[in-house]
């Protein structure tokens, strides 16, 4: 995970697969900094 | 009788729109803005399907009762190249209706004479129309106003700020804005509301022909579209609901529209099946018609992997909700799962929170459910998009939920998903295709004994209207009428034997005594 750490991410998340805040919260706990996230709908 | 509201029945309707692809779709309109002299803007016609393979394409069959699941799933993947032998438009459940009759309906629902037919068009349609059978003489004699409309007089009235309507590429029609400076009674708005409107009343006149129930008791309606109405005091005032059992007949119903994304119509049943056990109304039926802008929402896609363009149908349905008759399946709005404030965003949060949840409350395992009705997207549309098979994806994630609890092995996952999901057949109609597909289905299967219990469960992106950045979701469980409720508040039969026994031996002893 120490491809993130330090990094500014921006996320986004499928509402059927895995939601922006689920994945900003582990980019987070890898030491990322989270710029943006959010979450979309494909359908 | 049970203490619980039943499902009194449902339909199903689409209405084949593929000029409205073109020109009311929210991917083509942005994309005339973005990329007007694109490939894909000059494809799109060559994309386009007839109405005879909408009709005979297997999951549009499906959506209106002609084919079962198992039929569907017996059909080699990938379907839209392997057309049925239906040449049916109408099912059990409803039916598909050309462009041209449904331009003719919108004018049936249009009441502030917003909608214009060329004089020509008009009187095929009023031909068309009366010939149908569900219309009154009254609603197809309101074609008849066209008779001074030419294709000129329209195509000024586009150039006004008016939206066309087109069959075949020409200009048939025009909606014309309700007001001169408000955009939330723009042209652009009314069209796809009217749109709403007129596939939500096809639904309803479908549910009155599917259940025979009488206009007239209807009771309430609630509509759980993603649309809105209301001018620029009240953008979202309302009421589709009222306004659709307007021209439906439903003389005697008042309500009211329930929103919530996709997740609208399991909300909008929760909120029916309560009413009616709580005895505030018998009859309350719950609708919906489809969304215009979603119209070849993958287009793109389709167009590029040399597809014809799948989401060329606007949806329909209306579901009854009534007081236990004894054979009807009953709604246990005491089995209810909720994504909470609290319940958090991962998967498996959100699928506990509407999945296993409310079955520990009952005491029921996963497999105590015969089907899961999450959101049953069409996979046909949905995989050459990248968006995967929704259904499957949503049933894989309960099955791997209930391995993890050990309500079943983890070699049984495979098999789970099969027995205990479906393969999905709605259109890509946001609210259209969550868990309430299956309500039509789902009635006919536990009447045949073929399941007991159903879960439908309602997911919605609330993070879409940039209000918050919660997920959303209610779900609740269907079971074959067995009485359940019944003496829940009362008395059994067998108490009351118990009674007059014990008040018998008490005369008895007195009349001893003396």
Same mark, same amino acid.
């Given at each position: 995970m120490a491809i993130l750490n330090g990094k500014k991410v921006i996320v986004i998340g499928d509402r059927d697969g895995i939601p922006g805040p689920a994945i900003a919260e582990c980019a987070k706990s890898a030491g990322a900094d989270v710029v943006f996230f959010s979450t979309e709908c494909f359908v | 009788m049970g203490e619980y509201a039943v499902l009194g029945g449902a339909s199903y309707t689409l209405a084949y729109t593929p000029d409205m692809v073109i020109h009311d779709g929210a991917t083509q309109v942005t994309e005339r803005v973005v990329n007007p002299d694109g490939e894909y803007l000059k494809e799109l016609p060559n994309h386009l399907r007839s109405f005879e393979d909408a009709v005979r394409y297997a999951p549009n069959q499906a959506y209106i009762g002609n084919l079962n699941n198992e039929e569907l799933k017996a059909i080699e993947f990938p379907w839209y190249d392997k057309p049925t032998d239906i040449t049916e438009r109408t099912g059990k459940y409803g039916e598909i209706m050309p462009e041209d009759e449904f331009y003719g309906l919108m004018q049936i629902c249009d009441? #502030? /004479?917003l909608v214009e037919l060329e004089a020509g068009f008009a009187a095929s349609v009023k031909e068309k129309l009366a010939a149908h059978?569900? #219309?009154?003489d009254e609603q197809v004699a309101?074609? /008849?106003? &066209?008779? &001074?409309?030419?294709e000129e007089g329209l195509a000024a009235v586009v150039e006004d700020g008016g939206c066309g309507l087109y069959f075949d590429g020409k200009l048939v029609g025009v909606i014309k804005k309700a007001h001169d400076v408000d955009v939330n009674l723009s042209a652009h708005v009314m069209l796809e509301n009217i749109a709403s409107k007129a596939t939500s009343v096809l639904s309803l006149l479908h549910l009155i022909r599917v259940t025979g129930i009488d206009p007239a008791e209807v009771d309430y309606v609630i509509d759980c579209a993603e649309e809105a109405c209301g001018d620029m005091n009240q953008r979202g005032g309302g009421n589709f609901a009222k306004a659709a059992a307007e021209i439906a007949g439903l003389t005697n119903a008042t309500g009211s529209d329930t929103r919530g994304f996709c997740a609208g119509p399991a909300h909008a049943l929760l909120n029916a099946a309560s009413l009616v056990k709580a005895g505030t109304f018998k009859n309350v039926v719950v609708t919906a018609g489809g969304c215009t802008a979603k119209l070849g929402m993958n287009g793109k896609s389709h167009v590029e992997k040399g597809l014809p363009v799948l989401e060329d149908c606007l949806a329909g349905f209306s579901v009854l909700i009534r007081e236990d008759n004894g054979t009807d399946p009953v709604i246990r709005t005491d089995i209810v799962g909720r994504h909470t404030v609290g319940t958090g965003s991962s998967p498996q949060a959100v699928i506990s929170s509407l999945v296993t949840d409310p079955l520990d409350r009952a005491g029921l395992k996963i497999t105590d459910v015969d089907k899961f009705a999450p959101e049953m997207q069409n996979p046909d549309i949905t995989k050459p998009a990248g968006a995967g098979d929704v259904p499957e994806a949503n049933f894989k994630m309960i099955a791997a939920l209930g391995v993890k609890r050990g309500d079943i092995e983890k070699k049984e996952l495979a098999s789970f998903i099969v027995e205990h999901g479906m393969k999905g057949w709605a259109p890509t109609q946001g609210h259209i295709p969550s868990g309430v597909p299956f309500m039509g289905p789902c009635r006919d299967m536990m009447l045949d004994g073929q399941i007991e219990r159903a879960m439908v469960i309602g997911k919605g992106s609330l993070f879409l209207g940039r209000m918050t950045n919660l997920f959303d979701g209610v779900s609740f469980v269907i079971e074959a009428n067995k009485g359940q409720g019944e003496g829940g508040s009362g008395v059994s039969e067998e108490e009351v034997r118990g009674l007059i026994a014990s008040a018998l031996k008490d005369f008895a002893a007195g009349l001893l005594a003396e």
């Open positions: - | 009441t #502030f /004479d059978g569900m #219309f009154t309101v074609l /008849d106003k &066209n008779a &001074n409309f030419t």
